[in-house]
């Protein structure tokens, strides 16, 4: 798609992704991988014009204003459902849309296409769900479950009370935790809350105050290397030292909150990380079936 639009603007894919000749536009919305970009547009040398990314420079957003593109995307969830898959992550959900004069996020128009594809899954796929990934605070996310009995995502990430698990790991005290699940508004019945301890991603700290990422990072990033964008990358044991009580409790205190937990590969055999890898790849090493060579995941010969 993203080829086909940059050489020929006019064709049936010259508007599936947001271009423009000003790269000023949109200027409210927060570049969220402060480490790697600069802005969150880059220039086409072919197409001569400026792209639109929320993230790295080579993940062009797709244009959700164009009806077209909204009707890939439903066919897209379709494939896949019908291959057997029980749910759909919606990633990164909240930068959908764009509009001028906001923070491009959260917007009227997100929920608007998600209410879309919620009717898809009543209509053509009954039971299966929907998982609304947004990294932003409890109150902003409520509204990903829709409204009234729930007409968007059935479940949603807990993502500010991962950070507060470690805090109150580290401190001896559930206060951290008992301040965010007061802070954490009520949902539908049908709804739920997915919690975690980690995920493919850094640890963000994003939504926790520049004093609580000054503690974080001094307790639980001593390498710099550790650090990625607003948050460590490192996996669960690692983040605990190894140590067994520590991970046990902190697997206690997951199964005893509020939501559905989820489990991140590898964190059941206390798996380890590898920082001297790019950004997000240090924690996101193969799966270590055995003791054998490349964790048991490969026989192939390494490059």
């Known amino acids: 798609w993203f080829q086909?639009?940059?050489?020929?603007?006019?064709?049936?894919?010259g508007d599936y992704y947001v271009w423009s000749d000003d790269p000023t536009k949109y200027d409210e919305a927060r570049i969220i991988f402060i480490d790697t970009e600069e802005s969150n547009w880059s220039f086409d040398p072919v197409r001569k014009q400026y792209y639109?990314?929320?993230f790295f420079s080579h993940q062009p957003d797709l244009n959700y204003d164009n009806p077209a593109v909204q009707e890939e995307i439903l066919d897209v969830i379709r494939f896949w459902l019908d291959l057997g898959m029980d749910g759909i992550r919606l990633d990164a959900i909240p930068?959908?849309?764009?509009?001028?004069?906001?923070?491009?996020?959260?917007?009227?128009?997100?929920?608007?296409?998600?209410?879309?594809v919620r009717a898809l899954f009543d209509d053509e796929y009954p039971g299966?769900?929907?998982l609304a990934e947004a990294n932003q605070m409890p109150d902003e996310v409520v509204a990903y479950f829709?409204?009234?009995?729930?007409?968007?995502?059935?479940m949603a990430f807990?993502?500010?009370?991962?950070?507060?698990?470690?805090?109150?790991?580290h401190r001896e005290s559930a206060q951290p935790i008992i301040d965010i699940l007061r802070d954490t508004p009520p949902i539908p019945e049908s709804a739920q809350w997915g919690i975690f301890l980690r995920n493919h991603d850094e640890l963000t700290l994003e939504m926790v105050t520049d004093e609580e990422r000054d503690y974080m990072y001094k307790n639980?990033?001593?390498?710099p290397r550790m650090k990625a964008n607003v948050g460590i990358r490192r996996r669960l044991a690692p983040l605990l030292g190894g140590h067994r009580d520590r991970l046990e409790l902190a697997h206690a205190l997951l199964l005893s909150l509020p939501g559905s937990p989820f489990l991140y590969y590898g964190d059941e055999i206390g798996m380890g990380d590898n920082i001297w890898l790019q950004d997000r790849d240090g924690v996101r090493t193969p799966m270590q079936w055995s003791n054998d060579r490349n964790g048991g995941f490969s026989k192939a010969e390494p490059e």
């Open 220 to 223: 639980y990033a001593t390498d």
């Open 52 to 54: 639109w990314h929320r």
């Open 158 to 169: 807990h993502f500010p009370v991962m950070p507060r698990i470690f805090m109150g790991i």
């Open 146 to 154: 829709g409204e009234g009995d729930g007409d968007e995502c059935q």
């Open 95 to 116: 930068y959908l849309f764009e509009r001028e004069g906001t923070n491009c996020e959260n917007l009227p128009e997100t929920h608007g296409f998600i209410k879309r």
């Open 128 to 130: 299966r769900f929907l």
């Open 4 to 13: 086909q639009s940059r050489m020929d603007p006019g064709g049936p894919y």
